[in-house]
């Protein structure tokens, strides 16, 4: 079965400094991965996905994730973190109409 | 457009009773997942519904159902309710026709079990 890590629970980063949140996946194949953002009492919102290819993926709100078969991972970057990017954060795998999701990592952003 | 609506927003049960949620997707999406988010057990697939039938299921007890209409709107049904049950649940809709095509999330039924 399918399973997706984010080993750190909760980070926090000063604002204007860089990010990097961690996914770790198991999974025989290829796997479709994904990034997500929930806000608040929203819903999850799609960042970024991979399903082949280059394996640095570009996505919205100047994030990026790079997928690395050898360690089974799947890490989400940006360079410079603004205030607006805290929330909470779900790396998954699967296909879109059923997607595995790790625990998530709530991201705090201070001034 | 209009996204993914889920209704009601907020719910209120008691032990025992049945709910019924509702998810209007897309226009032109006919493929609805549903989702529970918790505390505890974070975010866990239920189960997909593609062209009215249940294509995909989680691993939830059977008091969990769903169905889906002709015009794609989704609800689900939880019967008994258990305290364990309060949860926001999530649902997400996409064309269905593949693994390609991006799913996107409602802002979720938020339901407290008293």
């Known amino acids: 079965a399918q399973s997706v890590t984010q080993p750190d629970i909760h980070i926090t980063v000063s604002e204007g400094a860089s990010l990097e949140l961690r996914c770790n996946y198991s999974?025989?194949?290829?796997?479709?991965l994904f990034w997500y953002v929930q806000s608040p009492g929203q819903g999850l919102q799609l960042l970024l996905k991979?399903?082949?290819?280059?394996?640095l993926v570009q996505g919205i709100k100047g994030f990026e994730a790079e997928f690395k078969r050898s360690q089974s991972s799947f890490n989400l970057r940006k360079p410079s973190v603004h205030w607006s990017d805290a929330a909470e954060y779900f790396c998954?795998?699967?296909?879109?109409?059923?997607?595995?999701f790790g625990t998530g990592t709530k991201l705090q952003v201070i001034p | 457009k209009a996204g993914v609506t889920q209704t009601p927003r907020y719910l209120i049960k008691t032990r025992g009773q049945q709910v019924t949620l509702s998810c209007s997707p897309i226009?032109?999406?006919?493929?609805v997942s549903w989702y529970q988010q918790t505390p505890g057990q974070g975010l866990q697939f239920l189960f997909e519904?593609?062209?009215?039938?249940?294509?995909n299921k989680g691993n939830f007890p059977g008091r969990f159902s769903g169905r889906q209409f002709s015009n794609s709107r989704s609800e689900m049904n939880v019967s008994t309710l258990e305290l364990g049950d309060s949860a926001l649940y999530l649902c997400?809709?996409?064309?269905?026709?593949?693994?390609?095509?991006?799913?996107?999330f409602g802002q979720g039924t938020r339901l407290t079990v008293v």
């Open positions: 998954g795998s699967g296909g879109y109409q059923k997607v595995t």
């Open positions: 997400a809709s996409s064309l269905g026709d593949g693994g390609g095509t991006e799913a996107f």
């Open positions: 991979y399903f082949s290819g280059d394996t």
């Open positions: 226009s032109g999406h006919r493929s």
């Open positions: 999974y025989g194949a290829t796997p479709y």
């Open positions: 519904y593609f062209s009215e039938t249940q294509r």
